[in-house]
């Protein structure tokens, strides 16, 4: 057995054990060497891969270059030039700093490196193979840097034996050319793979922004760079208050993806997948958003570089912030506001002026000689399954009060006050019919305005509950205890909770792993079916522990889960009283055009496009 001794490393070993912290794939060669001719000021970047970089990776700048006897110290394990004192750490403002990212991108390597500033008659070159006995000597060269990198991983074949196929890694390095041309619209990009180019995309501004990117440069970059067809819908946000300043491009509401790849996330112009950036801009997405669904976000978080610090994460890709709840906040009232005051929460406008009393009407009764006829006090089964009339209690809306329940603060995100308020005059519209005992039919002169029943009366729900907490906070005992069966993890789950799903109205006593005893819900509830109901909840809580950050998030999705279940439900007739009863209680109701989950409420129809139909544009 060999002796256990403590010896130093040697320096081959040391290089390839830190190129293991930094060089994963190919692409991780890539954003060093495109950092650091960022760094140098320059103005457009030529890439070359062969085999998605597994074979090379070259990349030709017209930065500054560097000066001759610098040329040696970069493949130097710790030398940079990005930091002088240990307080630099902390205030960090480059892109590349580390100091040994060329040193293990070299020792696991061909490595050449060319580089000339523009007071120099030629350039120098360094030449190594995994970075031992490096031979430098001059050559021309236009004033700039190229690197080349060949044959990664060929003395590591550990680590090369988990790399991707050739398209797989071409695919990691065309996301990341991405997202560096997103944060550099001043730099033009050009992109081969093996041998033939793929991208180029011209430079859109002259100069580095040295504030928030203009919203028709980064337009035109987005545009430029993600070839999207719903890009010129996206929504220029704007923000900023004394934590710092966010500013890019949001999707609005209806062109949400199934995935977060679609959400670019940059902090000081680092590209970072930071979940403290992206939980912010979900938060001003909140009850936008159907469930699984995720934003198209080019957005950009720029502050003090002492107020985040970057050295957290081998790749940069997660930060540490200072001030992480305020910066959460600044994103979220940014794009709560973009949502709230843009085009696609406007009405449509009016194309003429019709009087009201010459446009043809649907006639109530005619549109729903199909439906069931039972009133809006519907009978439904309820949790006893007995027959019950079921009523809807439109109490006015009282405008105001913002009070939390006790021992839960309210989301801070909820509302934006200072935003514009998307609140429709719902006197303007007459009631036309219902269709399928699901969706009502509103018009005025110009407009036909089609309203999803249940999300409407959700929405107004959740509305009336944010604003008045005992319409929900208030429990009514039931006479019978109702007993609903959970797992024992479920019931564990329960029992965590009891206290705050108590602040709600729901009170209920533990079975010790076989289930729980409701005994009161808020009056609202009282005929709701109460097994659905609390496993609705129960799904709440599992999706929103309480870690920090959390509990606002779980105080909507309860309000939202306690409106839904409180509210109308699509093939419940109703009323044509009971319409006008729904109707008034949405005055002053803000921003209906969506429920709290997310789905869509209405959608206008005006006279040009209905006429289109019929050929008669």
Request: charged share 20%.
């Amino acid at each position: 057995m060999r002796e256990s001794r403590i010896l130093l490393l040697a320096d081959p070993v040391i290089d390839k054990i830190a190129a293991g912290e930094v060089i994963e794939r190919p692409s991780s060669v890539l954003k060093e060497l495109l950092e650091n001719a960022i760094d140098a000021g320059a103005t457009s970047l030529r890439i070359e891969l062969e085999e998605g970089g597994r074979k090379k990776i070259l990349v030709t700048d017209d930065g500054s270059g560097m000066h001759a006897e610098d040329v040696p110290l970069a493949v130097k394990r710790h030398a940079t030039s990005k930091l002088r004192t240990s307080e630099d750490l902390f205030c960090i403002s480059s892109m590349g700093f580390r100091g040994e990212a060329l040193a293990s991108i070299a020792s696991i390597s061909h490595f050449s490196l060319l580089s000339r500033r523009v007071e120099a008659q030629e350039g120098i070159k360094l030449e190594t193979v995994g970075n031992e006995n490096p031979s430098i000597y001059t050559r021309p060269a236009p004033v700039g840097t190229t690197i080349q990198v060949q044959d990664l991983f060929f003395n590591v074949p550990v680590r090369e034996k988990f790399l991707k196929s050739a398209q797989v890694e071409y695919a990691s390095c065309f996301e990341l050319v991405q997202s560096q041309a997103l944060s550099n619209p001043h730099i033009s990009f050009t992109l081969f793979h093996n041998g033939k180019e793929k991208i180029s995309w011209p430079r859109i501004s002259s100069e580095p922004e040295t504030g928030p990117i203009a919203e028709s440069t980064l337009r035109k970059r987005v545009q430029q760079v993600l070839t999207s067809q719903e890009a010129g819908s996206f929504l220029y946000v704007h923000e900023e208050n004394q934590y710092g300043c966010f500013f890019g491009l949001v999707s609005p509401p209806g062109v949400e993806k199934a995935t977060q790849k679609n959400m670019w996330t940059f902090v000081n112009s680092r590209w970072v997948k930071d979940k403290t950036i992206r939980y912010g801009m979900l938060r001003g997405y909140h009850s936008h958003l159907l469930k699984g669904q995720y934003p198209q976000v080019v957005g950009f978080f720029t502050c003090e570089p002492s107020l985040v610090d970057v050295n957290v994460h081998p790749t940069k890709a997660e930060l540490r912030f200072q001030y992480a709840a305020e910066v959460q906040s600044l994103l979220a009232t940014g794009i709560r506001k973009a949502l709230r005051s843009a085009h696609w929460a406007e009405e449509p406008q009016a194309v003429s002026h019709t009087p009201a009393s010459h446009m043809p009407s649907f006639s109530a009764s005619s549109m729903q000689q199909t439906s069931r006829n039972v009133s809006v006090d519907a009978l439904e089964t309820s949790s006893f399954g007995a027959k019950e009339t079921r009523s809807f209690t439109f109490a006015p809306l009282r405008m105001g009060a913002s009070k939390a329940p006790a021992g839960m603060s309210a989301p801070s995100f909820l509302p934006v006050k200072e935003a514009p308020a998307s609140i429709l005059d719902w006197d303007q519209f007459l009631f036309q019919g219902s269709w399928f005992d699901c969706y009502l039919i509103f018009s005025d002169e110009t407009r036909v305005l089609m309203i999803d029943q249940h999300a409407f009366h959700e929405r107004i729900l959740y509305e009336k509950y944010l604003q008045d907490p005992t319409l929900y906070s208030l429990c009514q005992p039931l006479l019978i205890p109702h007993l609903i069966a959970f797992s024992p993890e479920e019931v564990a789950l329960f029992a965590e909770n009891q206290a705050q799903l108590a602040s709600y109205g729901c009170t209920y006593g533990i079975l010790e792993g076989k289930g729980i005893e409701v005994t009161g819900v808020p009056p609202l509830l009282r005929r709701q079916q109460f097994d659905t109901l609390f496993a609705s909840l129960l799904q709440e809580v599992r999706n929103h522990p309480h870690e920090s950050g959390m509990p606002a998030t779980l105080h909507h999705q309860v309000l939202a889960t306690l409106a839904c279940h409180s509210a109308v439900r699509a093939g419940e007739k109703l009323e044509e009283s009971h319409v006008h009863r729904l109707k008034q209680e949405a005055q002053g109701v803000d921003f209906v055009h969506n429920c709290p989950h997310g789905r869509r409420v209405f959608k206008w129809f005006n006279r040009s496009e209905v006429e289109g139909w019929f050929d008669r544009t």
